[in-house]
């Protein structure tokens, strides 16, 4: 099993930057794949970017560009540095990882992202 705990969201302006972290604990060598997502009101969640274990990235077209997905695997963190953030970012933010040979997924409990116009 693995634990995610995301930090790092909060009010920004639009223009401005955050970066949110992952911190991930339990079976961390066997993640396969990190993944941050994001759900605004009355929309469905969807993929913002991901990393996987051979440090491959993948990011949807609304934030490339702007965001960047990073690791620290000293720390078991994976980082999303957002820049150029726009009020259409406003939503909240989910970490989400799967480990090698299975389908379940793991989701942390989100963290608040609010861009203001």
């Known amino acids: 099993q693995v634990q995610l705990v995301e930090s790092g969201g909060g009010l920004v302006q639009a223009g401005g930057s955050l970066r949110l972290a992952c911190a991930a604990s339990?079976?961390?060598?066997?993640?396969?794949?990190v993944g941050w997502y994001r759900q605004a009101p009355g929309k469905q969640r969807g993929l913002v970017a991901s990393?996987?274990?051979?440090?491959?990235?993948n990011y949807a077209d609304s934030v490339k560009g702007r965001f960047t997905i990073s690791r620290d695997n000293a720390k078991n963190t994976v980082y999303l540095q957002m820049n150029s953030l726009k009020p259409e970012d406003t939503a909240v933010y989910y970490c989400?990882?799967?480990?090698?040979?299975?389908?379940?997924?793991?989701w942390g409990q989100g963290t608040q992202v609010t861009v203001s116009s």
């Open positions: 989400n990882a799967n480990l090698l040979g299975s389908t379940r997924n793991y």
């Open positions: 339990g079976s961390v060598s066997s993640i396969n794949l």
């Open positions: 990393i996987a274990r051979g440090g491959i990235t």
